[in-house]
C-alpha cells in the first residue's frame, strides 16, 4: 500500500506555505496548522473567526462562507480575505471552503487558504490544487481511517472512520491518549499486541515511520473482528523535534477472508496430492506384499517340498549340501513373509490396531538390541476408522524405522491416549538427538506429517542433541 500517512506528512511539509483549518457551524476553529497558529498568534484552543485580526467584512465573507457550505454540502466556496499577522501585517489570503458531510448532513467545514503571494506559484512537484484536492480525497475517503495526535498523544484531528472504528463518541476519541485503552487491537494472528509496539506509539516514541503493519481491530458498533494495514508517520519542525504523529489505515479484511480462502483451497489441493500419493504407496505395498506371498513364497515352498525329496535318495555328500539349502530356503521363506507382513499387514483386519503394534514391537525385540515398551491403557480403538488406524501404524513404522537408522538409542516407549477431543500418539527414545531447526527433515519424517494432515491433525518433534527425541501426532476427533 502506498502510504496514506507519508502523503498526509507531505500535506503538513507543504502546509509550511498554505493554512488549514477546521471550524464547526457557528464559526468556531476546532482546528488550525501551526503555520497559522505560528502566523497570527492566537491562543488555543480559544480560536473564532471573530478573534481573528480581520476586518468585520472579512469575517463575514468567512460567516458567509459557512452558511452557503451549510445550505449546499458539495458546493466548494471560494473567498478572498485579509487577516492581521502576528508583525501588523495584512496579508491576502485566498480561501476555498467545503462541508464535511455525515449521514447527509454538514457536520464541519473546511477551509484551505494560500497567501496571495505564492498563487501564482507553484510547488517543485505539485500545484496547490493538486495537493489541497490529494489530500481531501485522503481524509473523506470512507475506506481511509486517519487520526493526527500530538507529541504528547492526544488526538486533534481525525476522520469519520477512524471515528467509526473506535468505536467511541467524539467525546470519548477526544479524550483518548497513547496508548489507547478503550479500542481493542490485536495482531495480524489475533495475539495480544503489547503497547509499546503500537504502531502510533513507536512512531511517537522513536521518531520513526512505521509502515505497512497489519493489527486487527474490534468494531464495537459492528460486534466482529476487522483487519485493517496501518501506518503511522512523525511530522517534525526544522529541529527535528516531534510535531504530531499521523496514522492511517485502511480496512482489508475483505481481502484477508480471501486470501484464506486462497490458502485453505491450496492446503486442500496438497491434502488430496498426499492422499493421491499415500494411497498409491498403499496400494503398491499391497500388490508387492501379494506378489511375495502368492508368487515368490509359493516358488520357496515348493523348493523347499523339492529339497525336502531329495533328500531321500541323495547320498551322504550330496546330503550335507541339500540340509545347508533347505535352511538356507527356510530362512528365506521367514524374511519373506516378515517382509510381506510390513507391507500389508493382516492384523489390523483381523486383531485390530493394538495387538498389531504389540506384533510391531515383538518383532522388532527379537532383532534390536534396544528395549521397547506400548502404553496404551487409556486408548480406544473401537470407534476408529480402519484408514486412521493404518495411518496410525504407518507413523509408528515409519518412525521406529528411523529409530534403529538413525538414534543409537536403548529404549523406545509408544503411548496411544484417547479423550473427548482428540487422540494422542508419542513415539519417544532415548538416543543420541537432534537440532530439528538444523536438520533437514527427510522423507521418512515428512511421511508422518503428510499422514497426519490428512486427517487435519498435527505432527511435531521434541529432540536436542544428547537428549533423545519425542515424535507427537495428535488428531481431533471429526
Not at 350 to 379: M, N, P, W
Request: proline content about 4%.
Amino acid at each position: 500500500m502506498i502510504s496514506c500517512a507519508q502523503n498526509l506528512v507531505e500535506y503538513f511539509h507543504h502546509s509550511r506555505q498554505f493554512y488549514y483549518l477546521i471550524l464547526d457551524r457557528q464559526g468556531n476553529l476546532s482546528y488550525a496548522n501551526p503555520l497559522f497558529k505560528e502566523t497570527f498568534n492566537h491562543s488555543w484552543p480559544d480560536l473564532t473567526i471573530t478573534s481573528l485580526g480581520s476586518s468585520v467584512p472579512d469575517q463575514q465573507k468567512f460567516l458567509r462562507a459557512i452558511q452557503e457550505c451549510i445550505t449546499n454540502p458539495s458546493a466548494v466556496v471560494a473567498r478572498d480575505t485579509e487577516i492581521e499577522s502576528l508583525d501588523g501585517t495584512r496579508m491576502s489570503i485566498s480561501w476555498e471552503f467545503t462541508a464535511t458531510v455525515e449521514q447527509g448532513l454538514p457536520e464541519a467545514i473546511r477551509a484551505i487558504g494560500v497567501p496571495r503571494r505564492l498563487q501564482d506559484h507553484c510547488l517543485p512537484n505539485e500545484s496547490f490544487g493538486e495537493s489541497k484536492q490529494s489530500f481531501l480525497h485522503i481524509v473523506n475517503n470512507p475506506r481511509f481511517g486517519v487520526v493526527m495526535r500530538n507529541a504528547s498523544g492526544k488526538p486533534v484531528f481525525y476522520n469519520k472512520t477512524a471515528l467509526d472504528f473506535s468505536g467511541l463518541s467524539d467525546d470519548e476519541f477526544l479524550k483518548t491518549t497513547l496508548p489507547v485503552k478503550n479500542v481493542l487491537v490485536t495482531q495480524e494472528d489475533g495475539s495480544s499486541l503489547p503497547d509499546r509496539l503500537h504502531p502510533t506509539v513507536i512512531a511517537t516514541r522513536e521518531k520513526i515511520p512505521v509502515k505497512d503493519s497489519v493489527l486487527k481491530v474490534f468494531k464495537k458498533n459492528t460486534n466482529e473482528w476487522r483487519w485493517i494495514l496501518t501506518s503511522a508517520e512523525p511530522v517534525k519542525d526544522n529541529k527535528g523535534e516531534l510535531l504530531h504523529v499521523i496514522t492511517t489505515f485502511i480496512d482489508i479484511t475483505e481481502r484477508k477472508i480471501f486470501e484464506q480462502k486462497l490458502m485453505e483451497s491450496e492446503i486442500n489441493r496438497q491434502r488430496a496430492i498426499n492422499r493421491a500419493t499415500i494411497e498409491g504407496q498403499e496400494k503398491e505395498r499391497k500388490g508387492i506384499s501379494s506378489e511375495l506371498h502368492d508368487n515368490i513364497g509359493q516358488l520357496l515352498t515348493t523348493t523347499q517340498l523339492y529339497l525336502e525329496i531329495a533328500k531321500t535318495t541323495a547320498d551322504e555328500k550330496t546330503l550335507e549340501m541339500i540340509q545347508l539349502s533347505s535352511k538356507s530356503i527356510l530362512h528365506v521363506i521367514r524374511e519373506t513373509r516378515k517382509l510381506s507382513r510390513s507391507l500389508t499387514p493382516p492384523a489390523l483386519g483381523d486383531l485390530g490396531l493394538v495387538e498389531s503394534i504389540k506384533d510391531l514391537c515383538d518383532t522388532i525385540r527379537t532383532t534390536q538390541a534396544f528395549t521397547i515398551r506400548f502404553y496404551h491403557r487409556d486408548f480406544k480403538e473401537g470407534f476408529l476408522q480402519e484408514d486412521i488406524k493404518l495411518t496410525l501404524f504407518r507413523i509408528i513404522q515409519e518412525q521406529l524405522s528411523n529409530i534403529i537408522k538413525y538414534a543409537d538409542a536403548m529404549a523406545v516407549l509408544i503411548r496411544l491416549v484417547t479423550d473427548r477431543r482428540q487422540l494422542m500418539l508419542a513415539v519417544s527414545d532415548n538416543g543420541k538427538g537432534f537440532d530439528p531447526l538444523t536438520v533437514k527433515k527427510g522423507l521418512g519424517l515428512n511421511n508422518i506429517i503428510n499422514r497426519a494432515d490428512l486427517f487435519n491433525g498435527r505432527a511435531r518433534i521434541n529432540s536436542a542433541p544428547g537428549q533423545g527425541s519425542t515424535i507427537i501426532v495428535t488428531l481431533p476427533f471429526q
